[in-house]
Nanobody, 120 residues
Framework: QVQLVESGGGLVQPGGSLGLSCAASGSIFSINAMGWYRQAPGKERELVADITGVGDANYADSVKGRFTISRDNAKNTVSLQMNSLKPEDTAVYYC??????????????WGQGTLVTVSS
């Protein structure tokens, strides 16, 4: 069992900044990729950004230059710094971790989601 605990989120005005964090714990042998997805009302869940164990980051075109993903391998945490937020960034943000358990199975875990609302 792996637990992902998310923090951050909330209400912010357009142009503002917000940070999200996610901590993974449980039966983790190693973590491959960590990332953030989001789902807006009436839309499918989409990748926002992800990052490998060596720090290679990948971003959705819509957030490039505004969002920064980072991870702390020692603490099994991943963070997302969101700047210049727009109303269209409003969504529930989910942490995602691809990991190996102690049987070397490759599995995925999801956080419970945290709401980000960008509105004046």
């Amino acid at each position: 069992q792996v637990q992902l605990v998310e923090s951050g989120g909330g209400l912010v005005q357009p142009g503002g900044s917000l940070g999200l964090s996610c901590a993974a714990s449980g039966s983790i042998f190693s973590i491959n990729a960590m990332g953030w997805y989001r789902q807006a009302p009436g839309k499918e869940r989409e990748l926002v950004a992800d990052i490998t164990g060596v720090g290679d980051a990948n971003y959705a075109d819509s957030v490039k230059g505004r969002f920064t993903i980072s991870r702390d391998n020692a603490k099994n945490t991943v963070s997302l710094q969101m700047n210049s937020l727009k109303p269209e960034d409003t969504a529930v943000y989910y942490c995602n971790v691809i990991y190996r358990d102690y049987e070397r199975n490759i599995l995925a875990a999801w956080g419970q989601g945290t709401l980000v609302t960008v509105s004046s």
